[in-house]
């Protein structure tokens, strides 16, 4: 099983990195969002009661940039399933004598792996959010983007697995995991939000994401959530029971 999911994740891996366009869009998206956005908006933005946007909007948005590069590259990651189903070499794979679970631990690992990379590059711009860094919170960043692109990567493979076409997938996104990002705090904070929508956001999975970055980054505490131990570890068990959804599809439909 080990050989086997090594395997897969190499190649997804090399795919990734061969393929450029793949590159720039999940990663320049993101950085224009965040320099758009925390342009354009910053001179508007006020801090709200609890100091959730101390150092500017820039720095506020600075850990929704982040999330939402580990978003794409698990959306990019994951429909390489479907991708790969239309080839016939998902079908190839299926038959031969690799475990299920090779299958889906290859490409959550992949797809986890290759959001840390980005997102490690992403990390040299924090100075011009005015966010310091040192070993000690680079470590922590770093983990706790490993556990939401564990997570994000999960569902995202759960979902590609269950839809037949790219066109569906995409129309998934936008339905489902782009306001996944929009409602966990990365634009605005929950202070200042209406009360169904500060509902939302605390089952939100992501906003724990967020919040642990945030409080990583800025020190600033996200009202309503739990601290950054904790908020790792709801996206931790979401991650779990989204790869058990997972390995549960890729048993029931082939």
């Known amino acids: 099983m080990i050989l086997a999911t ?6 997804d891996i090399v795919r990734f990195l ?8 999940a990663f320049g998206t993101p950085v224009i969002f965040w320099l758009l956005l925390g342009s354009g908006l910053g001179t508007s933005f006020r801090m709200g009661p609890a100091g959730e946007s101390d150092g500017g909007y820039l ?5 929704g ?3 939402l590069m580990v978003l794409f590259t698990a959306i990019f990651s994951t429909i390489s399933v479907i991708e790969d189903r239309h080839e016939g070499f998902l079908q190839g794979v299926l038959v031969a004598p690799v475990p299920r679970t090779a299958i889906v631990a290859a490409k959550v690992l992949a797809g986890a792996t290759l959001a840390c990379m980005q997102a490690t590059v992403f ?18 960043v770093m983990l706790v983007l490993l556990v939401l692109a564990f997570a994000l990567t999960a569902l995202g493979f759960t979902l590609a697995w269950v839809i037949d076409s790219t066109q569906g997938f995409h129309g998934v996104m936008n339905l489902l995991l ?20 500060k509902a939302i956001m605390v089952i939100n999975p992501m ?48």
Request: hydrophobic residues 55%; charged residues 10%; positive net charge.
């Open 178 to 197: 782009f306001p996944m990002w929009v409602l966990s705090g990365a634009v605005f904070p929950a202070s200042g939000a209406a009360g169904w929508i």
């Open 207 to 254: 906003t724990y994401g967020i919040s642990a970055l945030r409080n990583i980054l800025t020190g600033s505490r996200t009202p309503l959530l739990p601290g950054t131990a904790l908020s790792v570890l709801v996206i931790l068990v979401f991650g779990l029971l989204a790869t058990m959804a997972g390995t549960w599809v890729v048993r029931e439909r082939r």
């Open 123 to 140: 990390l040299i711009l924090a100075p011009a959010a005015g966010i310091r860094l040192s070993l000690p919170v680079v470590a922590a």
């Open 65 to 67: 940039a982040l999330a």
């Open 6 to 11: 090594y395997t897969l994740w190499l190649r």
């Open 18 to 25: 061969r393929q450029r366009s793949r590159i720039v869009g």
């Open 59 to 63: 720095a506020y948005f600075y850990p």
